[in-house]
């Protein structure tokens, strides 16, 4: 086992000493002359930079290209048509919170009838069923899937009418 490991010395000193380059020292003297006197200092045209000109901002006012446009108003449909609103319904806690701040965290399935689970922006967690209410637009629960809450919202026209729209909640937001 001795003789091995005096072989294995022999193959790596080999080796090592295999790696002394002799031009060594001389590329040292190279690169210590170098740095002695590095040379001129090259010069470089800079390109002009061209003066900033500020553009205003004209349309802060306007409507947000992310927002659905305001509905037309329907000649047919009024405040005191069917899809008004029921002024004496009693409002649902969630219906004080913008839809966009309720968040679906989960959906329950107990006795073959699915629940949902909405979190508030304080953190409180309500179970919901169908035909809950929530968000700002009067928004109903009409259908519960294993990972989405479809609600149909009533929207007003900005001319007394008022028309539906479908939206819905989704786990981690899938929109």
């Keep these: 086992m001795r003789w091995l490991q005096g072989i294995t010395m022999a193959v790596t000193l080999g080796l090592v000493a295999g790696c002394a380059d002799p031009q060594l020292a001389a590329l040292d003297r190279e690169l210590a002359a170098i740095r002695e006197d590095p040379g001129p200092t090259p010069e470089f045209d800079l390109p002009e ?77 309500h179970r919901l069923h169908r035909g809950n209410h ?16 479809q609600l149909v919202e009533l929207v007003p026209t900005g001319g007394g009418g008022w028309v539906e729209r479908t939206t819905r909640l989704t786990l981690d937001d899938e929109t």
């Excluded at 069917?82 to 006795?111: I, Y």
């Design 49 to 125: 930079v061209p003066t900033y000109e500020a553009t205003p901002y004209r349309e802060a006012d306007s409507r947000s290209p992310f927002r659905p446009r305001r509905l037309e108003a329907d000649p047919e449909a009024s405040g005191e048509g069917q899809l008004a609103p029921d002024p004496d319904r009693r409002k649902e806690p969630l219906e004080a919170f913008a839809l966009e701040e309720l968040e679906l965290v989960g959906v329950l399935t107990v006795g073959g009838e699915p629940s949902a689970l909405v979190r508030t922006p304080d953190g409180q967690v």
């Design 134 to 149: 929530l968000g700002g637009n009067h928004g109903r629960i009409v259908a519960i899937t294993h990972s989405s809450v």
